[in-house]
């Protein structure tokens, strides 16, 4: 059976892309968790899109122990439900809830890319995209060959310059409307 899609994945960051970030904190229980504006509407629009929607996140809440994997799994538990709720889907979520930068599968490190590829063999990284709002994010996509979307502006162009960026957009909806 062929790519019936018109993409082969879509890797997404969480926090800043599907939900508010907590500059200086973590997302510890459901209440703390807010979709950003048009997050819902986006993920909506890109599911007919793409074979793989993937979530790949840095949790290092949990290796800190600032929350349990059991808040996490009842936090991503209601995010999935929400989002099927309007429309859209995860296919799976991949964590890196190490503490040490230089664990393979914490970003920027590319370990979630292979383990998505693992599991769902037909992933062809250069027809897919990894949409996040942080360097390490964009150092993920460049490292595992998958084209980088930077959603929002909190990297720095400086900080970019050494990297290879596919788009950058104000929010996940602007993307989701612009790959229609």
Do not use: C
Request: hydrophobic content about 45%; cysteine-free; charged content about 25%.
């Amino acid at each position: 059976m062929g790519n019936t899609k018109r993409y082969s994945a879509l890797f997404l960051d969480r926090d800043g892309v599907i939900n508010r970030h907590r500059p200086g904190d973590y997302v510890k229980t459901v209440e703390e968790f807010i979709f950003t504006e048009g997050a819902l509407k986006a993920l909506r629009l890109v599911a007919p899109l793409f074979d793989y929607i993937l979530i790949v996140t840095n949790q290092r809440g949990v290796g800190k122990g600032v929350m349990t994997p059991d808040a996490l799994q009842e936090i991503h538990s209601y995010m999935l439900e929400e989002i099927a709720r309007h429309g859209g889907r995860i296919d799976k979520i991949y964590i890196a809830t190490a503490v040490a930068s230089e664990d393979a599968d914490r970003k920027p490190n590319p370990g979630m890319a292979w383990q998505a590829k693992a599991d769902f063999p037909a992933i062809d990284f250069a027809n897919s995209f990894m949409a996040g709002d942080s360097l390490s994010d964009m150092q993920f996509a460049n490292r595992a060959g998958i084209p980088a979307v930077l959603i929002g502006h909190k990297v720095s162009e400086k900080e970019l310059s050494s990297l290879l960026l596919t788009a950058q957009y104000p929010d996940l909806f602007t993307f989701a409307e612009a790959i229609q």
